[in-house]
Structures are given as C-alpha cells and as structure tokens.
C-alpha cells in the first residue's frame, strides 16, 4: 500500500545492515513526499526515495550537532498539514529508545494520522551478528533491554540496578559506550558477579562490526583499550560466552577501510553493497544526479545501428520510447551496440540483446568493434556532455549520424558531514568525468593518504586534467572491474 498524503509514518531502518530493512519500509520510502531521517539509518536507506523527495536530516549525535526533538516533531505536523506522506525514518525500531512513542504521541495531539512501522532493533540484531543469542536454553531464559545513557553515579535514577543486578537473563545496554566503566561498577556493587560473560559491539551488523569480550570485571578496560566508540551496545550474561564460538562473519578483505563512492545515488548502491559485502565502511557521496530530459517521442525505425553508452542511456531511451507509444520491437531492425556490460545488461532487461559490445568498454573500442559492420544511418543515444570519439568515427565513414541526448549529469549538493567523511576516505572512487569534475567542484582534493580509484583512461584522464593522479585504474572499465583493482590494492 502506497503512502497516503497527511499521514506520518514511523519507520524502523533497522540496526545498519541495509538487507534488514522491511518490505513494507522500502515501500513507504519509495513513495514518500517527505524522509525525516536519524544519523543511524542504513547509508542506502534513501536510495529508493523517489526523485523529488524531500530529505531532512533530523538526527541527533552525543557530543555533537543535534535537531531538537520539538523541531522534529514541529516538521511532521507541518508536513503532514500540508498534505504530504511523511516518513519518519529511525534507526533501529521506533518504539526501542526511538522516541517513537513521544513522536505518536504529538502526532495524535495535533490529530495526524500514523502508522508504525516495526523495524530490527540493534539489541537482539547487533547480538546476532556476534554470534550471541540473546537467548539461550538452559544458559538465559529473558532478555532487558537497557538505556546505557543515565549515569549510575546519579542521585536519583530511573533504573533500579539492584533489580538489574539480581535480573535472571541477559541484559543488553544501548547507547552506554562512554558509561561502561559506571555501568559495570553498578552492577558488581549491585550484586551481579564481576566474573560474568560481558561483550560490547561497535557498528553492529555493519561491514566494519567489531567485537571486544571479557567479564564484567575487565569490559570496560578492553573497550577502552580497543577504543570501541559508539554506536555500540553491551550484552551482558553467560551467553556472551559464546561469541567466539558461534561468530559466523568471515573476515572480509576491506574490513577496517573507508571507500567513498562518488556516482550518482541511483546507481551507487550496487557498488555500495558490494564493498560492503568486502567490509569496506561505504561513504555514499554522490557528486552527480542524473536527469532525463524531455523531446519527441522517438522512432528508431531509419536507423540500421542503434548505439547505447551506458545504462542511463539505456533507460532514458525506452523512456522515450514509451512516449511515443512503442516499445523493444522498435528496434528489431536495427544493429545494437553498447559500450560496457553494464550497458548491455540495461538492455537485455528490456528484452534487447545486444549485438555489439567491444571488448574494451571505450568509445574507441566500439569504433573498432564496428568496423566490419556497414552502417548507413546511425542513432548515438547517450548524455548531453560525451566525447564525440563515435559519432566522428562513423561519420568519417560516410554515415549519417544522428546525435541523440537523452540526459544529462547536473552537481549533487554534499551536505558537510558527507563531504568531509568523504574526503577522509581511505579510498576515493571515480566512475566518470563527470563525478570526477563534481566531486572535486563540491568537496576539494581528497585527502593526501587516500587511494584514488579510476574505471578507466577517460576518467584517469579527467582526474589528472584537474592534477590529481590515480593510484589504481581498473583494467576492465565497468564496476567489476573497479571492484577487482580496489580489492587487489588493498591486498
């Protein structure tokens, strides 16, 4: 069910790992007017809003800049007045240390309409990834879940530690990083054994997750020594006893490393997920937005060699296409190439196979590719801002050629903190002139010690046109092939 307009929805993002997010959580984000979002969401939780949608940062950070929560709660009832669906994205669930609940509650006293969406909360998730069940037969028969924000040296506290002491299960503190030493005191004197199991997990779920146990005794010292920062949370009881025995993540080649991905959003989370999946810490930055543009409805018919750069080139064709009533039969009289499988594989999920694609994915290796081949009549169909390498080609074979531009790549404004831990990155990658061009125009030269990662020699070349000089280019010019050169540097 789409988002209704004047209808906040409070939604879970769930502890990091984008995979936990529910179906009904990508629903509401692909068809929201409006994202109010936390710090803690999955860094791709957005790619699937919508072009158009408004995006607001609304965290908060300990230590740090925060939005006020009456300002947050302020912006939902605005929004929804005005006859927008709002999402109200948390990380984790809402009703978990969210202050979902203080947000439902404004909500039905301005008389808006909501909806709670549940999401995976960091406690039992972030546990699970640890190879610790919060959980166990025989070992926990209860779980509490536990602020670790109030300080346990407090006059009057909330928490009765006397209680939590003498509590037969698990406990799990949140947000209690900088407490830990406090928290653990509190419960020894409390009466809990100061030889009990303890873990803490920093980024739980996440690719860079880190693990530190010890007993209630020695925790806080091993987290300090490990300089475990937040987001973390603390699980203590016998079943954090078991983490070493059934931790399940394999070590992962780019665990500890920071990877900045510089493509538009669109296109960013494939290769976003995919250094994920290596361990890489991800820093979405994208410098570029890709934007159709509009024209007649097309009719491919004249022409005998259909050529296709990319898969927004792809895309923007059948767009197209479809304006003018006609779909992938248009094209059954033509030859098609396309530069890259990327491309390629655009068109075969429109049902085009394609006949071209060169070995090398440059505009020079599909000049060569189609050498044998006599064209008449060819339509280049590809952004507004390209290299003229093909149509040239063509032409100079005596071709007509008939120069089709279907978007364009226009600057993607970084908000500060992106920018800044983008710059930081261990490694910067770069998929195109343009994100070269952009990235740089928004954000400054990468830091002296990163890595600055190339797809190919066009890009290689933007890069040293503006005086930086790659220290990897991939050989085979597509995202497998950047993924393979990143992973065989870092190794």
Known sequence: MAPEPGRVYLVGAGPGDPALLSA????????????????????????????????????????????????????????????QSVVRLKGGDPFVFGRGGEEALALRAAGIAYEVVPGVTAGIAAAAYAGIPVTQRGVASA??????????????????????????????????????????????????????????????????????????????????????????????????????????????????????????????????????AEGARVVQAPAIRVRTLSGPPLDPAPYDLVCLTSANGVEALFERLRAGGRDARSLAGATVAAIGPGTAAALAAHGILADVVPERFVAESLVEALAPLPVERALIARASEARDVLPDALR?????????ALYETVAEPLPEP???????????????????????????SPSPSARIVSIGPVTSAALREHGLEPHVEASRHDIDGLLAALLADAR
Do not use: C, N
Not at 77 to 82: D, M
């Open 143 to 276: 779980v509490a879940l536990v602020t670790g924000h109030e300080d346990p040296a407090k006059a009057e506290q909330a928490l009765d530690w006397t209680a939590l002491a003498a509590f037969p299960g698990t406990l799990v503190f949140y947000m209690g990083v900088r407490q830990l030493p406090d928290i653990a005191a509190a419960l020894t004197a409390a009466g809990r054994s100061a030889a009990e199991p303890a873990a803490v997990i920093e980024r739980g779920t996440l690719p860079d997750q880190r693990v530190v146990t010890g007993t209630l005794a020695t925790i806080a010292e091993r987290a300090a020594a490990a300089a475990v920062g937040a987001p973390a949370v603390t699980v203590v009881g016998p079943v954090a006893a078991l983490a070493e025995q059934l931790s399940w993540l394999p070590p992962r080649p780019l665990a500890g490393l920071t990877v900045a991905v510089t493509r538009a959003r669109a296109q960013a989370s494939g290769l976003a997920r995919r250094l994920e």
């Open 396 to 404: 100079e074979r005596g071709a007509q050629v008939d120069v089709l």
């Open 24 to 83: 009904r959580a990508l629903e509401l984000i692909a068809g929201a007017d409006v994202i109010l979002h936390d710090r803690l969401i999955p860094a791709s939780a957005l790619d699937g809003a919508r072009e158009g949608a408004e995006l607001v940062f609304v965290g908060k950070q300990g230590g740090g800049a925060s939005v006020p929560q009456d300002q947050t709660e302020a912006l939902m009832v605005e929004r929804a007045r005005a006859g």
């Open 418 to 444: 992106v920018r800044e831990a983008a710059l930081a990155a261990d490694y910067v990658t770069f998929t195109s002139s343009s994100t070269v061009r952009w990235f740089l125009a928004a954000g400054g």
